[in-house]
């Protein structure tokens, strides 16, 4: 984006800030719902900035600007944010973020801005915790953007459509019932959501209001005999209606939570998770109505797939790895043949497989396809702006990082994988084969039942650790079930939270992914989708019961980029042990080329 553009939005809102008597604003990456992905018409930071990250929090005062992003978008940030006049501020262990900056730099009687339809209860408590000891004034009531960004895009208006039936193991009525289980173990009388997955996996409807997640803006309101959908109700047809209401659901306007929310006294007590609910939701809500604040009933309830969610996702593993074989059988066949190709065609050849396979519907988020210095960076994106031809001068070789995945009506796939460009090097080797023994590490890993899942992750990063390397990001993330690729509560990443919401149950689904990069060089990472079941014999012993991981990817990683004398014998037999599953899941899906690819990469080393 031209900086010029940046510099002139800011000074723009710089002088709002005056003429409104405002010390300083915070823009962060969020909208009424705190989702990851989101409208266009939320993405203020972006549009501010010019950082296109998922991540980030853009703080402005009248001299200085700062965006803080974590460590996997560093070199992103620092190219798109050169000329803007806008700081990276690097979020890293030990180093202050903006609320640490903001309560050192501002003095006492300044005045914060943030917008309160953004803005988390749980991150608004942040806030003023900070900012009450230097008497700081926290404002969340004021428009102050609209004056701004005068072209801001509509609200999307995708129509919603029904989850395919033969998919959906559980009603609306059933899953109704099982949050308000969770409501009277806590005496709630009445639980708001606004949480766009857990709102679209109660209704079993889904929409196409957020790019890569099938979900739709709403709110939901639920008491102890009725539910409200807050809704647009243009995107609602007859259908749809008539099912809702039939699951006990009625429909309102979008904007009228606020009002609905009004309504309740100082005898009923609201259920809502502070880091899932806005600010400005609760904006008409009389200050004498009681809270819990706890995560969502449906978020642990969605979480935990049943059996047949969970032979729909395997069979949607399949169709992928049908769709993976096709794209890298007629990848290496072009670039065989010397075709030129770029990031951009990795991306548009993998739509394409996908897009033949049964219940595809999207990408489950943006490809990533990085060579070699690309790949270094956790999530980058080729544009057209900026992108790489996959080029390797005569003699020389490079590394291939592919992180893809789709929506499928009968799963949610998620899947990394790296190859080789021309002549690769030992080093090369070396690292991803030691990237591969951490992901065998995990892949093997017994754990207890209900253990915290942060707690699990030192586990795969243990053969990096001994060989002094590490990388930045978590190891894993829950996988919704055509929901969000990046679902909870679990996580697997040592720098999370360890509540006993965050516990590993039977019938969640994480990614496996460590990685390694090397920035200007290359980046590795091997992912693949696993799913929580029982060690099978004994099933539970004098210490209780253990679970291992399924893994439920089927696609090889590719064994030429490995150095077979760094594995164990065990490793080995793992990794054969995976090729041998790939080679049995896939062999009756693909013909020709494909079949002579797979046939080929799932071989014993």
């Known amino acids: 984006m031209n900086k010029q553009i940046i510099q002139a939005r800011i000074d723009t809102l710089r002088k709002t800030l005056v003429a409104q008597d405002l010390t300083a604003i915070i823009i962060p990456s969020a909208d009424p719902h705190l989702s990851e992905y989101l409208p266009e018409y939320w993405q203020t930071r972006q549009w501010l900035s010019g950082f296109t990250g998922s991540v980030g929090t853009l703080v402005l005062t009248a001299d200085f600007a700062g965006l803080w992003t974590d460590s996997r978008y560093w070199v992103h940030a620092a190219e798109q944010l050169e000329g803007t006049g806008i700081t990276l501020e690097k979020l890293a262990p030990g180093q202050p973020n903006h609320i640490d900056w903001l309560a050192d730099h501002l003095q006492e009687g300044d005045s914060v801005a943030v917008d309160g339809n953004v803005l988390s209860i749980a991150e608004q408590d942040r806030?003023?915790?900070?900012?009450?000891?230097?008497?700081?004034?926290?404002?969340?009531?004021r428009d102050v953007l609209t004056s701004v960004w005068t072209d801001r895009p509509a609200?999307?208006?995708?129509?919603?459509?029904?989850?395919?039936e033969p998919f959906v193991a559980q009603s609306a009525t059933a899953k109704l019932e099982a949050v308000r289980a969770g409501m009277a173990k806590v005496g709630a009388t009445h639980h708001l959501l606004s949480s766009l997955d857990d709102i679209a996996w109660l209704t079993n409807l889904r929409g196409a209001d957020v790019d890569y997640n099938p979900v739709f803006?709403?709110?939901?309101?639920?008491?102890?005999d009725s539910a409200t959908l807050f809704v647009d109700t243009d995107k609602v047809s007859e259908d749809i209606a008539q099912s809702l209401k039939d699951s006990g659901i009625t429909l309102a306007d979008y904007s009228a939570v606020q009002d609905a929310l009004s309504s309740l006294t100082p005898e009923d007590l609201l259920l809502l998770d502070p880091s899932k609910v806005a600010v400005g939701t609760l904006s008409k809500m009389t200050d004498d109505v009681g809270f819990v604040?706890?995560?969502?009933?449906?978020?642990l309830l969605k979480s935990v797939k049943s059996d047949s969610d969970i032979d729909h996702v395997r069979e949607a593993m399949r169709q992928d790895g049908a769709a993976l074989a096709e794209f890298f059988s007629e990848f290496e066949e072009r670039l065989a043949a010397g075709e030129r190709l770029s990031e951009l065609?990795?991306?548009?050849?993998?739509?394409?497989?996908?897009?033949?396979?049964?219940?595809?519907?999207?990408?489950?988020?943006?490809?990533i396809a990085g060579f070699n210095e690309n790949g270094a960076l956790p999530h980058y994106r080729a544009t057209p702006e900026q992108f790489s031809y996959l080029d390797v001068a005569e003699g020389e070789g490079g590394l291939l990082l592919i992180d893809s995945g789709a929506q499928y009506q009968n799963g949610t796939t998620d899947i990394t994988r790296v190859v080789g460009i021309g002549q690769v090097t030992a080093e090369h080797k070396r690292d991803f084969t030691t990237v591969l023994k951490a992901h065998i590490a995990l892949a093997r890993a017994?754990?207890?039942?209900?253990?915290?899942?942060p707690l699990i992750d030192a586990i795969c990063r243990a053969p990096l650790w001994q060989a002094q390397m590490d990388y930045g990001h978590g190891t894993g993330h829950g996988v919704g079930y055509f929901l969000n690729v990046h679902e909870g509560p679990q996580v697997i990443a040592y720098s999370a939270s360890t509540p006993k919401e965050r516990a590993m149950k039977v019938g969640m689904i994480s990614s496996n992914e460590p990685g390694l990069y090397r920035e200007g060089k290359w980046g590795i990472r091997i992912e693949n989708l696993v799913v929580n079941t029982p060690v099978p014999s004994p099933t539970e012993t004098e210490f209780g019961q253990f679970l291992?991981?399924?893994?439920?990817?089927?696609?090889?990683?590719?064994?030429?980029?490995?150095?077979p004398s760094l594995l164990d014998q065990t490793e080995i037999d793992w990794l054969n042990s995976y090729h041998s599953q790939v080679y049995a899941e896939l062999n009756d899906r693909v013909e020709g080329a494909a079949l002579e690819w797979l046939t080929e990469r799932t071989k014993a080393i």
């Open 127 to 141: 806030l003023l915790n900070a900012f009450d000891a230097n008497d700081i004034t926290l404002i969340t009531e």
């Open 155 to 164: 609200l999307p208006n995708a129509k919603l459509y029904a989850h395919d």
């Open 217 to 224: 803006l709403a709110h939901m309101l639920i008491d102890t």
């Open 293 to 299: 604040e706890q995560m969502a009933p449906s978020t």
């Open 345 to 367: 065609d990795v991306d548009s050849m993998l739509i394409e497989v996908r897009s033949r396979q049964p219940h595809y519907v999207s990408p489950s988020f943006p490809t």
């Open 446 to 453: 017994h754990f207890p039942d209900g253990i915290a899942s």
């Open 548 to 563: 291992h991981f399924e893994t439920i990817t089927y696609c090889p990683i590719d064994t030429r980029l490995i150095e």
